[in-house]
């Protein structure tokens, strides 16, 4: 018999896809039998946060009171992740060196502000999964999003489609608005939104795939949240950039709701391009320091068309203010102002305890934790709220979504005056985000308790 190579290929391709699955069936089960241990009473709760491994870093954080001084209980980390203790110093440092130094303190700081981006640099890729050099700290979500979409969306009158979930967070969803239009194309005939299927709550990973296979020649870029906002979906990265990429397409994310939640590859998946922002599960305060990930293949393609700005050029040469721009290398050469150094201080408060942590032991507490939820929630006997987030632990970080029946915005009223601080988004949906460098198996369990009472 002649061996035929591609059949071969094929194969050993399908074999591989089934050992996933196989796989992926194992840990889901393992993590079924792990919930049938858990135990719906409060002394178990406390037992789970005993033994949590990084159950000291709460210590490490200020958790919101009530008018009486109790804590409430916290569960909204992926709208505004609260403030690390440390935060304070590290801000504090800074306007000292500008109170004592005033401009001088760019070079003479302790932490010299012309280089303070570099300075977190190391702990964003490792969050992220990228080089030190796919990665920098800079500007504002959106805005960052628009201005890669200027270097990753290039189209054709072939190819000229940009992909994005049909709930994306509005913002992404006009950041693509906007792109299409000033390429002279119109959004009817150039966005493709994901649906969930009529009676399903997210949407399927092999319709994704299905979709690209077969349309994939008239689609320029993949714009998906890496953890959709509403549903707490999380995507496929590595499948759907893979995929992506077999039909010559740009994959990008918007990690907003995946940093500092979901264990991050970015440079294994070979992803394109990443935006996110930090005021979420990074902790970095208000309206924080956002980042971007471009793709070292791209790191000298100094032929890709940017918005450039002097702090993406050559930092060898920045400050001789010759007006020949010269890229930097990698995705520092995306940056356009010299950055916010009291929101990159705020920032790097907070990365020091996920070096700190860690990603993988984060996680590990983050699929208990919110399995636990899951759990509670499930013993809870009513018809008036639907978990909408996958059940599968590998599509969801650490967010559960609930949808009321009738849009009953009241439970949620009446949940918050208990005490619990998750948040509404309309139409019908309840987020509850149990943070795992910060929430107790406790927080969940009395959560549940007060949602009880309130149903
Ligand atoms: C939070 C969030 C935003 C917010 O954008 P900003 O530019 O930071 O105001 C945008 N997109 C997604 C997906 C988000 O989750």
């Known amino acids: 018999m002649k061996i035929n190579y591609y059949n071969f290929k094929n194969n050993f391709e399908k074999s591989l896809i089934i050992l996933n699955k196989l796989v992926n069936l194992l840990i889901f089960i393992n993590q079924i039998l792990k919930n049938m241990q858990f135990e719906n009473n409060l002394d178990y709760a406390s037992k789970l946060d005993k033994i949590d491994p990084v159950r000291n870093f709460r210590d490490q954080f200020y958790i919101p009171k009530d008018s009486n001084g109790n804590e409430l209980i916290y569960l909204c980390g992926n709208s505004l992740g609260l403030q ?129 296979e077969n349309e994939g020649d008239s689609i320029a870029t993949i714009l998906l949240g890496g953890v959709n906002y509403y549903t707490g979906q999380a995507f496929d990265m590595e499948a759907i950039t893979k995929a992506g990429h077999k039909k010559g397409i740009i994959v990008g994310f918007d990690l907003a709701h995946a940093i500092g939640n979901l264990k991050l590859e970015l440079n294994k998946w070979d992803v394109d391009f990443a935006v996110w922002c930090s005021y979420k599960y990074l902790n970095s305060g208000p309206g924080g320091i956002a980042g971007i990930f471009v793709n070292e293949r791209f790191a000298k393609r100094f032929d890709i068309d940017r918005l450039s700005g002097w702090w993406g050029h050559d930092k060898t040469s920045r400050f001789k203010m010759d007006s020949q721009f010269v890229p930097m290398e990698g995705a520092e050469g995306w940056q356009n102002s010299n950055p916010a150094i009291l929101p990159l201080a705020c920032l790097r408060a907070s990365l020091d305890l996920f070096d700190e942590a860690g990603m993988d032991k984060l996680k590990e507490k983050s699929i208990k934790l919110t399995g636990y939820l899951e759990f509670l929630l499930d013993l809870v006997d009513t018809d008036r709220i639907e978990i909408i987030t996958p059940r599968d632990i590998n599509q969801r970080g650490c967010q559960i979504s609930l949808r009321v029946k009738n849009a009953n915005k009241e439970l949620f009223d009446q949940i918050t005056r208990n005490g619990v601080i998750a948040d509404w988004r309309e139409p019908d949906v309840i987020r509850i985000a149990p943070v795992p460098l910060y929430n107790s198996f406790k927080d969940v369990y009395r959560f549940v308790e007060i949602l009880k009472s309130c149903l």
């Open 84 to 212: 690390p203790k440390s935060t304070r110093a590290k801000v504090e440092q800074e306007l000292l060196d500008w109170e004592n130094l005033g401009v001088e303190a760019h070079f003479l700081g302790k932490n010299p502000w012309k280089d303070y981006h570099e300075f977190v640099t190391d702990s964003l890729a490792k969050i992220v999964g990228a080089k030190p050099k796919e990665v920098v700290a800079m500007g504002s979500l959106t805005a960052n999003l628009n201005s890669l979409l200027i270097s990753f969306y290039k189209q054709n009158l072939e190819r000229h489609k940009i992909v994005i979930e049909a709930t994306a967070f509005p913002s992404d969803i006009y950041s693509v608005f906007s792109q299409i239009k000033l390429n002279g194309f119109n959004v009817d005939d150039s966005l493709i939104k994901l649906e969930a299927k009529a009676n399903e709550t997210y949407i399927n990973t092999e319709d994704i795939l299905s979709l690209i």
